[in-house]
């Protein structure tokens, strides 16, 4: 029997894969097209999501692909300056397209041991006390594992995630509630040439964005833009692109002109609908990325949302697959990461307003604009939008605790350099502590740091600090929480 069968191989689907082979989990990614996509619609990842590829020996294949910008204007597009202080050694984003992220997930999760079917669409699921059952729609590709059933094959596993996009197949056969609100604005999105300097471009955008913020074209090279332009209404089916002339005429009705646009490489349209999942599990069924919430892409947070969850989620699947997960683990998933996804909901929902060309946002944006002068509100807003303000509730306790352990220089090296398998960590300044019956999960690292003013930290493996302090019964309190049982 597989022990995890992943629907989706976008980059939720395929970080959730790298995260449980880690440890050993025997992993099948389905994606129901047949080649990767050609065109990026997210471009870039966020301060907390270069932490994770930094926490598992990623970064150095991102960084060659990306450019790095502390820049200013992600809340909202209000141009302020990118915050001193942030609480990360990766003060930056990083700027790459989606194409190429998938494209670094796929060969790590392979080299891994993953295996990832392209042209299998999961049509039907089922489950009971010991798996799950997946059936395909005919002509999926055959495995090993599979039998007759229905109209296509049937797969068989221990637990199934669906990472299947904001359309969720997976979450609909549940059925999983997904409240929210429908799509109130429309937005064109496409790459194409034009026939216009790229100066005479930027002016006419610069003009254009006085009163309509959700305008602009971005130059790709060779001549290519990245153009966005409000759209005439709300499509019935989003899913059937714009064509050119749909955007042609959108373009004239903004800019006065179409600026000769011509040769696109892809068209599409996205709307602002919020919607959030009732519950991120269902029995051995559990929905991760935009199959769990969907959002308007305001601040560029919808693929970095859809890597954390997997992050959360990777190490507690693996943990139940193992056999050492102490109770509720699994259900602290949902726990987790659904407020987050919450706040996620309501911040782009702000933004949109804020986006809004009527006097009455605009006069709001007026007066956010001033508070973000404040210092202290920029770098809220921006650790907000890049996720590395996110805290858990772990109970009360030492500040730092529920918060991920940014990267801090140790004697012998860095912390990431040390998280690279995906295990539990104690970082061990007194040199006094252990984690006998634990090791097996836990690294016992003994090293001090300067950027460290507390004894002891254990981290969880993703990062997040789960226990504080120096008294080894106090840390034989806290282990068993997060790793479970004591080896015999």
Not at 341 to 355: G, I, K, S, Y
């Amino acid at each position: 029997m597989i022990d995890v069968i992943i629907a989706g191989s976008g980059p939720t689907g395929l970080m959730l894969a790298c995260e449980l082979r880690l440890h050993g989990v025997h992993v099948l990614v389905l994606e129901k097209e047949t080649e990767p996509t050609s065109h990026s619609r997210a471009q870039g990842l966020h301060a907390r999501s270069v932490e994770m590829m930094d926490q598992r020996g990623l970064l150095e294949r991102f960084l060659p692909l990306g450019q790095q910008f502390a820049v200013g204007g992600f809340f909202a597009g209000i141009d302020k300056p990118w915050p001193d202080r942030l609480d990360t050694a990766h003060s930056y984003v990083l700027a790459i397209p989606q194409v190429i992220t998938e494209s670094l997930l796929t060969e790590h999760a392979t080299e891994l041991g993953a295996e990832i079917r392209r042209g299998c669409e999961l049509v039907g699921l089922s489950q009971d006390e010991h798996g799950v059952t997946v059936e395909l729609a005919s002509g999926g590709t055959p495995a090993d594992e599979g039998v007759a059933g229905g109209g296509g094959r049937q797969l068989r596993s221990r637990y199934l995630a669906g990472c299947d996009g904001g359309r969720s197949t997976v979450r609909r056969l549940l059925g999983v509630g997904f409240p929210g609100e429908p799509s109130r604005v429309e937005t064109l999105l496409g790459e194409m040439e034009v026939a216009v300097p790229q100066e005479t471009l930027a002016a006419v955008v610069a003009e254009v964005r006085k009163t309509h913020l959700r305008f602009g074209a971005m130059p790709l090279g060779d001549g290519v833009y990245r153009v966005i332009v409000p759209a005439e209404g709300v499509a019935e089916d989003r899913t059937v692109p714009p064509t050119l002339e749909e955007f042609k005429q959108r373009l004239r009705v903004f800019a006065g002109t179409d600026f000769g646009a011509h040769s696109p490489r892809w068209l599409s349209r996205f709307g602002d609908a919020t919607r959030l999942a009732e519950r991120y599990r269902t029995g051995r069924v559990l929905l991760a990325g935009d199959a769990a919430h969907i959002h308007p892409p305001t601040g560029g947070q919808g693929l970095n949302l859809g890597i954390q969850d997997a992050f959360n989620l990777g190490w507690k699947l693996a943990a139940e697959v193992g056999g050492w997960a102490p109770e509720g683990l699994l259900d602290s998933y949902h726990t987790e990461r659904h407020p987050v996804a919450a706040d996620v909901l309501d911040n782009t929902r702000a933004q949109m307003l804020l986006l809004s060309p009527e006097p009455g946002p605009r006069s709001v944006r007026r007066l956010v604009s001033e508070l973000m002068d404040f210092e202290e509100v920029n770098r809220y807003l921006i650790e907000k939008i890049t996720a590395i303000g996110v805290r858990y509730d772990f109970g009360e306790g030492h500040e730092l605790l529920g918060r991920r352990m940014r990267d801090v220089g140790l004697k012998r090296g860095r912390l990431y350099e040390l998280m690279h398998g995906g295990r539990g960590l104690l970082l061990d300044q007194t040199g006094r502590l252990s984690v006998a019956g634990w090791a097996d999960r836990v690294d016992h690292v003994v090293d001090v740091s300067e950027e460290l003013d507390v004894p002891a930290v254990l981290l969880r493996p993703d990062g997040h600090v789960a226990w504080v302090g120096e008294d080894q019964q106090d840390l034989l309190s806290r282990l068993p929480k997060w790793f479970g049982a004591a080896a015999g």
